[in-house]
């Protein structure tokens, strides 16, 4: 093989990996609706999305988030994985912290980035169950912004889980992705 070839058969193999890992950032854009940077407007140009409901209600007259809300953001690292920072307010319990220890988030570290592969979706579902389990009625929690933080950011996870369970229960050949948003 000439080094022209063996330079043009990389090339190509670059594009089609770059190619796939596009299918989850546009199966999540199409979900979500919008980059967490509203101005971009290609899948091949962003892989964060603002994965919490922000909107509705979490944002101060200021324009920040409330200090008693937990964001979420996720970002695509692949196909195959996808890293959730959850920041701000972070919900925390003995069983939520050892959710979050098995998806990666160091206990001390502000924000906890959760790695997410298809075989963790169950845990993390079991960790928007816990969340919940904060503000169960007749359980007592420390921040009395639990109350309002705990079910939205437990909702926001399920929705997550469910988008990812959706994506990765299908198989994604790479030539079927909508090339109207690439």
Known sequence: MSVFQFERANHRTTLVSTHMSLALTAHL????????????????????????????????????????????MVEVESDEKVTVTLSGSIPTSSAVDRLYALLGALPNDQPFNLSIKPTDISTLKQLAE?????????????????KYMCPR??????????????????????????????
């Open 153 to 182: 950011t437990a909702d926001s996870l399920r929705v997550l889980a469910g988008y990812l369970e959706t994506f990765w229960a299908k198989p994604q050949p790479p030539d079927q992705l909508q090339t109207s948003l690439l």
């Open 29 to 72: 854009f199409q979900c979500y609706g919008a980059f967490s940077d509203r101005r971009i407007k290609k899948v091949s140009k962003g892989k964060r999305f603002i994965g919490d409901t922000r909107a509705n209600g979490g944002i101060a007259s200021d324009g920040s988030l409330f200090g008693w809300f937990c964001g979420i």
């Open 130 to 146: 816990e969340i919940e389990k904060i503000v169960a009625p007749g359980c007592r929690y420390k921040e009395a912004g639990y």
